[in-house]
């Protein structure tokens, strides 16, 4: 029996902007041989409606990602930093409406 990862296409994840101006959001993934059959089998099955003005494809292998065990590290609450609180400001009363 032959090993099929050695035959597998990479996988690509898919991200897909829908209008000028708005963020890029991730919509799926696909498996295709390089770049640019990845970008085109994106925008075949992920924009089928004219729904995007942009897509990005990514080589899954490639993205490097945080583990969900170290949430406390990168998204501790600085609730003991108290100059990023916004009370910790007085606003001109020009702004006041703010």
Known sequence: MSDTTEHEWPLWEVFVRSKAGLDHKHCGSLHAP??????????????????????????SDQIVASDPGDKDMYFDPAEDKVYRHPTFYVLPKSVDHM
């Open 34 to 59: 390089d770049p640019k059959m990845a970008l085109q089998m994106a925008r075949d099955v992920y924009t089928r409606r004219q729904e995007g003005v942009s897509v990005w494809v990514v080589r």
